[in-house]
């Protein structure tokens, strides 16, 4: 059967459409789900708990850098991080297998759901906007992916430095819950390749006329502070990893303002043509 015209569908038609789109935006993921899970070691020992050792190239990297200032004392050079990660319920390994499987599913099926929401909007579209279908894609997906890059290169050591060497007292030995761990590694990747993506809203928004080049320089201000405080929450509470984690942030924010000129130039110089 010949799929409707965008105009001639109802909404009904369009929540049809739209539920066969999430369904094979859930399969692309639960596939790539199962292909994680297959691959467990790598998964686990060399991505999830890459970060627990020292050997970790962030590590050795903030250790060179500080030795070249000549900070000797620095929890960047330790040997091994003082705590363990271990397992409290009797199903709890198995339980963060499957999960830590969805979300890397998640990931790396990434660019065939933004390709099926792509695929639903798309007919709402002018045709020459359809044509840069691809590059949307492209450009969506490797925001996201140098997002999750950063996080997990740059936010997840900071992180797992400051508060995996954090005491109040020599009394009290750090034993962290496995799904402790896997939550802050998953939660800054994901957090940080979510909010790559500021540049694409930020031309959505544009389009749709919510937001211009003058409301984004207006209260650029603002944004600064919001992202202060997103950067704070992140982040372990020190400000060398509010500052890491705020540059690039800043740069898409300054990116999104140069997107949205580029949009309203666009439909301005339309605009004259009709």
């Given at each position: 059967m010949a799929k409707k015209?965008?105009?001639?569908?109802?909404?009904?038609?369009?929540?049809?459409?739209?539920?066969?789109?999430?369904?094979?935006?859930?399969?692309?993921?639960?596939?790539?789900?199962?292909?994680a899970f297959l691959f467990k070691s790598f998964i686990f020992d060399t991505i999830i708990l890459g970060p627990k050792h020292m050997s970790f190239p962030t590590y050795k990297w903030l250790c060179s850098v500080s030795r070249f200032f000549g900070i000797?004392?620095?929890?960047?050079?330790?040997?091994?991080?003082?705590?363990?990660?271990?397992?409290?319920?009797?199903?709890?390994?198995?339980?963060?297998?499957?999960?830590?499987?969805?979300?890397?599913?998640?990931?790396?099926?990434?660019?065939?759901?933004?390709?099926?929401?792509w695929r639903f909007i798309s007919p709402g579209l002018h045709p020459n906007e359809r044509k840069h279908s691809r590059g949307f894609i492209i450009i969506t997906s490797f925001l996201?992916?140098?997002?999750?890059?950063?996080?997990?290169?740059?936010?997840?050591?900071?992180s797992?430095?400051?508060?995996?060497?954090?005491?109040?007292s020599a009394?009290?030995?750090?034993?962290?819950?496995?799904?402790?761990?896997?939550?802050?590694?998953?939660?800054?990747?994901?957090?940080?390749?979510?909010?790559?993506e500021l540049p694409i809203i930020i031309y959505f928004l544009t389009k749709i006329g919510l937001v211009t080049p003058q409301i984004l320089k207006k209260y650029r201000k603002f944004a600064l502070v919001i992202v202060l405080i997103l950067s704070a929450i992140i982040t372990p509470p020190d400000i060398t990893s509010q500052i890491i984690v705020a540059i690039p942030i800043l740069i898409l924010y300054q990116v999104s303002i140069y997107i949205?000129?580029?949009?309203?130039k666009k439909q301005e110089k339309n605009a004259k043509h009709v």
């Open positions: 015209n965008i105009n001639e569908m109802s909404f009904l038609d369009h929540l049809e459409d739209l539920r066969w789109h999430l369904i094979r935006a859930s399969l692309g993921i639960m596939i790539a789900a199962v292909v000797e004392d620095t929890t960047f050079c330790l040997d091994a991080f003082p705590f363990i990660i271990q397992n409290r319920t009797m199903g709890g390994q198995f339980s963060a297998h499957i999960w830590t499987s969805i979300y890397a599913g998640l990931v790396i099926a990434f660019p065939y759901v933004i390709y099926q929401f996201f992916f140098l997002g999750v890059l950063f996080g997990y290169y740059v936010v997840t050591p900071l797992i430095n400051f508060l995996g060497t954090y005491t109040v009394e009290i030995s750090n034993e962290i819950d496995i799904s402790s761990f896997i939550s802050l590694v998953r939660s800054s990747s994901l957090a940080s390749g979510f909010i790559f949205s000129k580029l949009v309203v």
